[in-house]
T-cell receptor
C-alpha cells in the first residue's frame, strides 16, 4: 500500500505546548500536503510542500520534508484548544490523486 | 465563496434501499473526488472525475456503487442495494490541477447509516 502512516496515532498536550506529528511514505512523491479534520466536518487543507522543498511555514505551522527518509513532520507551535482535531498527511505520486494517511488525533488540554 | 456542498448531511435507511448522495463542487474546479471514511479503513478514494468524465473508479467497492457527473456543477454517488457494511461518512472534494496537484476542498460529508 502507498498509504502514508502518521505517527503518533494520538497525541494529548497542554495548551501552549508544541505538537509534532510525523508522516512516512514509501515511494517518490511530487508533493505532500497536510490536512486538518474537526469532528463531524470535512478535511481542510493546511499546507503543501513540494518535493524540492525542505521546510515551509504558515502561521503557527511548520512542515519539513526529508525525501531521503521519505518522511515529513508537522509542527504546531503554541497550541490552542481550537487545534484539537485529526491531522492527515496526503501524498501526491503524480497520478492526479492524493493518498491519505491514517491520521493523528490531537487533543489540546486547556 | 461557497465551498463544496453535499447533501444530505445524514442518511439513515434500511438495508436493501437505494441511497443517493449528492455533491456540488466549487465553481471552476475541474476535478471531483468521492471518498469514504471509516474507522477501520480510514479515508478511501472511491472514484474521481476530470471535466465530468470518470477517470479512475478502481476504488469503487462493488457493482452496487455507481457515480455520475452529468455536468460541471453536480455529481451523485448511488448505492443500490445498500448493505449495513456501507455505513460510513462519504466525502466529496474538488480541486484544480496544474503542474502540481492543488489542494482538495472537501464538503462536510454525508453520514450514512444502513440498518
Amino acid at each position: 500500500s502507498q498509504q502514508g502512516e502518521e505517527d503518533p496515532q494520538a497525541l494529548s498536550i497542554q495548551e501552549g505546548e508544541n505538537a509534532t506529528m510525523n508522516c512516512s511514505y514509501k515511494t517518490s512523491i511530487n508533493n505532500l500536503q497536510w490536512y486538518r479534520q474537526n469532528s463531524g466536518r470535512g478535511l481542510v487543507h493546511l499546507i503543501l510542500i513540494r518535493s524540492n522543498e525542505r521546510e515551509k511555514h504558515s502561521g503557527r505551522l511548520r512542515v519539513t520534508l526529508d525525501t531521503s527518509k521519505k518522511s515529513s513532520s508537522l509542527l504546531i507551535t503554541a497550541s490552542r484548544a481550537a487545534d484539537t482535531a485529526s491531522y492527515f498527511c496526503a501524498t501526491d505520486f503524480g497520478n492526479e490523486k492524493l493518498t491519505f494517511g491514517t491520521g493523528t488525533r490531537l487533543t489540546i488540554i486547556p | 465563496d461557497a465551498g463544496v456542498i453535499q447533501s444530505p448531511r445524514h442518511e439513515v435507511t434500511e438495508m436493501g434501499q437505494e441511497v443517493t448522495l449528492r455533491c456540488k463542487p466549487i465553481s471552476g474546479h475541474d476535478y471531483l473526488f468521492w471518498y469514504r471514511q471509516t474507522m477501520m479503513r480510514g479515508l478511501e478514494l472511491l472514484i474521481y472525475f476530470n471535466n465530468n468524465v470518470p477517470i479512475d473508479d478502481s476504488g469503487m467497492p462493488e457493482d452496487r456503487f455507481s457515480a455520475k457527473m452529468p455536468n460541471a456543477s453536480f455529481s451523485t454517488l448511488k448505492i443500490q442495494p445498500s448493505e449495513p457494511r456501507d455505513s460510513a461518512v462519504y466525502f466529496c472534494a474538488s480541486s484544480t490541477l496544474d503542474k502540481y496537484n492543488q489542494p482538495q476542498h472537501f464538503g462536510d460529508g454525508t453520514r450514512l447509516s444502513i440498518l
